[in-house]
């Protein structure tokens, strides 16, 4: 199975669309303009979908999102506090294939006044170095210390811009991405924004099972603004992800820097973007989701690498928790663990053991699980070799 994605504007959505012969169905972002208002999957026959389709499949959900845009257009007013400077991150390691797409679309942005900025992190080779050499407009900055958020650390001193704006090296993005994650900063009460991130492609069955479990478009196409209350700090899944995240550049000293305990590159596998989500709402600041900021990301493409990125997904999630309550002494991680155990994981797990389907595969919930359990030891290894200035593996 293989999924086509097309991107169109809404008023196309009667149309038909051809040449589609490999796959089984075809997923339609739909926009007004440039703004995303939801997506849409349907079959694919004979290579094409058939006129009126995309249309008839068009639910209340885009509907809804087609009314706010139109009432908020109708009542534009100029932006007030803008920021003034933004540099545009990309940590990575060891992925050049993935690193010149994305930056070939960077580069072609209009200016901002945006900085790029490369962050090679322990490479194995020098050849990110020498991609980079070949974006004059690209600044290249090595750190040799092992983990996404060590380099992400070294983003937030590096750069020069008031707001960081974050991006993975297998991302690609839109060219009104950076400006629709600045207009979120408005506010002066917010700290973070984050955006829509769809898949770039849909070619294997991995790709689609992610998607389908655990892909970053879930997150909707509302905006919306998230603070405690009512959002639990714990709770910030929902929210946005490190592929898509802008945050401003004080808040390294004002609630510390990432974690260098968590996430790629470490014995937790992820959870840096999102335990540092936690730490802004304690802090009493406000993060904006903002679907307009687009980006497409590279799912992996083998089974085997999906299994290994649900387990550390888990692995990420309980290691944070456990930093939680290790570092700032909550003890509502263990309502918070109780209660995803309870009311999602063990409902999945159960459906998958005993009703299997391929959107309910069973070695992914039980690697998801597996790693639940590893969490905690996996952060007290990582927070252990952090301390001594050991390379974390």
């Known amino acids: 199975m293989a999924t086509r994605i097309l991107d169109i ?9 051809t040449g589609l012969d490999g796959y089984d169905r075809a997923l339609f972002l739909i926009r007004l303009g440039a703004r995303p208002l939801g997506m849409v999957t349907v079959p694919v026959r004979d290579g094409a979908v058939a006129r009126g389709t995309v249309h008839r499949a068009i639910g209340p959900a885009i509907r809804r999102e087609l009314a706010v845009e ?12 803008s920021v003034r400077s933004a540099t545009i991150a990309i940590c990575t390691r060891d992925r050049p294939d993935d690193l010149s797409r994305a930056l070939a679309a960077l580069t072609s942005f209009a200016d901002l006044g945006q900085e790029i900025l490369v ?18 407009s690209v600044r290249y900055v090595l750190e040799p210390v092992k983990g996404l958020d060590n380099a992400r650390n070294r983003a937030l001193t590096e750069a020069r811009g008031e707001v960081v704006a974050f991006i993975d090296d ?19 009460r917010v700290a973070c924004v984050t955006g829509l991130t769809m898949p770039l492609e849909l070619e294997t069955e991995a790709q689609e099972v992610f998607e389908a479990l655990a892909g970053f478009s879930r997150r909707g196409f509302a905006r919306r603004t998230f603070s405690s209350p009512p959002t639990h700090p714990l709770a910030t899944g929902g929210i946005g992800a490190g592929a898509n995240m802008a945050i401003r ?9 990432f974690d260098p305990a968590l996430d790629a590159g470490t014995p937790t596998k992820s959870g840096g973007d999102h335990e540092y989500m936690t730490r802004i709402l304690r802090a009493g600041h406000h993060i904006v989701y903002e679907p307009g900021a687009v980006n497409w990301h590279r799912h992996r493409r083998s089974w085997e690498e999906l299994v290994a990125t649900m387990q550390g997904y888990g692995v990420g999630v309980y290691a944070g928790w456990t930093r939680a309550f290790l570092v700032d002494h909550d003890w509502g ?26 959107d309910r ?19 007290l290894r990582a927070r252990r070799q952090a301390a001594g200035g050991a390379t974390l593996d």
């Open 119 to 136: 962050v090679d992190n322990c490479p194995s080779t020098e050849a990110t170095r020498q991609l980079v050499a070949g974006f004059p």
């Open 70 to 81: 139109l009432a908020r257009r109708s009542h534009f007013s100029p932006p007030q506090g």
């Open 9 to 17: 504007g809404i008023a196309e959505a009667g149309g038909e669309w």
């Open 249 to 257: 550049r004080d808040l390294l000293h004002s609630i510390g820097p």
């Open 361 to 379: 595969p069973r070695d992914l919930r039980w690697a998801e699980l597996r790693g639940c359990w590893q969490g905690p030891f996996a952060y």
């Open 333 to 358: 991680v263990f309502r918070r663990a109780l209660g995803w155990f309870r009311h999602e994981q063990l409902p999945a797990l159960v459906r998958a053991t005993f009703a299997p389907s391929t």
């Open 170 to 188: 297998d991302a690609v993005a839109e060219a009104g991405w950076l400006d629709a994650l600045l207009r979120g900063f408005e506010d002066p």
